[in-house]
């Protein structure tokens, strides 16, 4: 389901040489949430009964409600960006409509006609959604389905050469990064299915880095179930997540670079 919602939504400075240093430089620096706890639950009772009544005249008689929690989601966003601000200055000057995805589905190559996503999903990352840099993932779907993620899905194929030669430049600093305490305890780690069937051109089948380097997306996401979402400390839970996500982000923003 998650990586269904990636190739719905995804789109596809320097990373620091200690990932702990990295983690310590923040510890007293102010990039904590200050706003007011949210709630999230008319959000998922919102989704519920989309679920049940995806269809356009349902919509248009609840838009007024649609435009409510649209408005409490796009909060979350704002805060969320405010949060990650204060460790990745990529995001700061970030606006909400750069990240947020919209709720109508695109059904032109889909037999599924359904006409809404059952979700809220923002990609935030320098330049907005649409852009080449790695993203900070959030999305809110009930009955467990709602999940922090982030990474870059399917970059494009120059991107890709970019990061595997990164990798390959640098493996010691990437195992550091995938092998940290707090990324290892929110994300397990990369996420490893979508990837060739060997080593991709250039890269010999016995390379220490072989099953990284055959990746064609680079996402990690953490699941979350609808009790974690209602949680008092969601918000709070997911500036700490995309806190230690941000030198993955950093490592394959590096990698592609800062030029257009």
Not at 98 to 121: A, E, M, V, W
Not at 127 to 151: D, M, N, R, T, V
Not at 185 to 211: N, R, S
């Amino acid at each position: 389901m998650v990586i269904d919602v990636l190739k719905a939504n995804f789109q596809a400075g320097s990373y620091t040489k200690n990932f702990d240093n990295l983690c310590n430089s923040f510890t007293n620096k102010n990039w904590e949430l200050k706003t007011l706890t949210m709630n999230f639950e008319s959000n998922l009772k919102f989704l519920s009964e989309l679920k049940d009544n995806n269809n356009k005249e349902w919509f248009d008689l609840n838009r007024k409600i649609y435009l409510k929690e649209k408005e409490k989601y796009k909060q979350l966003i704002e805060d969320l960006i405010t949060g990650i601000s204060g460790f990745d200055p990529g995001l700061t000057g970030l606006e909400t409509k750069q990240c947020i995805f919209r709720i109508n589905r695109d059904i032109r190559f889909s037999k599924d006609k359904s006409p809404y996503k059952l979700n809220f999903g923002a990609s935030m990352s320098n330049g907005g959604k649409k852009s080449k840099f790695a993203s900070y993932y959030i999305h809110l779907q009930p009955e467990g389905k709602s999940f922090i993620g982030g990474g870059m899905y399917h970059p494009m194929p120059e991107n890709i050469k970019k990061i595997r030669q990164e990798i390959d430049y640098n493996l010691g600093d990437f195992q550091e990064i995938l092998a940290n305490k707090d990324f290892v305890k929110y994300f397990g780690e990369i996420w490893k299915e979508d990837a060739l069937k060997t080593a991709p051109k250039g890269y010999p089948k016995d390379h220490p880095a072989v099953e990284l380097l055959k990746l064609k997306s680079f996402v990690v996401f953490k699941p979350f179930e609808d009790e974690e979402v209602l949680s008092g400390n969601f918000k709070e839970e997911a500036v700490k997540i995309f806190h230690a996500l941000y030198p993955f982000n950093q490592f394959l923003n590096v990698a592609v670079g800062e030029e257009d």
